[in-house]
């Protein structure tokens, strides 16, 4: 239990903190999510461990996917949000799917994940995946992921490709592109 713990202090400081600081309008958007209250009844969350949330990592479709591991409190994820909203939308009738994994805790689900979702109006599925064993399931993703956020997986059938990194639309867009062959 004190190794989770650690492990999520250290993902907190480690995953979002080189940017946080240089994003001024995610300080902004988080303010105006907390700032005024958002009815939030229609917004379900899909929560998985991740026994439940593997099969989304392993599709045997002919589908592109592109799952997002972000959450509410990393800024360099809030910052990139659009850029896979965008893909999700120019991208739709090219047979890719985004999934945005909210790694956000359960006791921000109710008072800042739905509200940001609702706000946002995200389109992309949201999912939230709620294991507290990530030094199971990290290197289960991808044997090289150190646990911090954002990160991403893209992968068709077979072929998967990992990235621990922020993305601007331009990169994504290039990535996603290498697996429409």
Do not use: R
């Not at 946080?20 to 998985?48: C, G, Q, R, W």
């Not at 360099?76 to 991208?91: G, H, S």
């Amino acid at each position: 239990m004190k190794l989770n713990v650690l492990i999520i202090v250290i993902l907190l400081m480690t995953g979002c903190k080189e940017n946080s600081k240089t994003t001024p309008v995610n300080e902004e958007i988080t303010k105006d999510v907390a700032s005024h209250t958002v009815n939030t009844a229609d917004v379900e969350l899909e929560i998985y461990d991740f026994a439940g949330f593997e099969k989304f990592l392993n599709k045997k479709d002919n589908k592109i996917y592109v799952v997002n591991f972000w959450a509410t409190w990393c800024a360099p994820c809030v910052k990139e949000l659009p850029y896979f909203e965008k893909l999700n939308t120019e991208y739709k009738n090219k047979n890719v799917e985004v999934i945005l994994v909210s790694l956000d805790f359960p006791h921000m689900y109710d008072k800042k994940l739905k509200p940001f979702i609702k706000e946002k109006a995200l389109k992309s599925k949201v999912i939230v995946l709620d294991d507290p064993d990530m030094n199971t399931w990290i290197p289960k993703v991808d044997e090289s992921w150190s646990g911090s956020i954002p990160a991403t997986v893209i992968y068709k059938n077979e072929t998967s490709k990992f990235y621990e990194q922020s993305f601007n639309y331009e990169e994504l867009d290039k990535e996603v592109n290498q697996f429409l062959n």
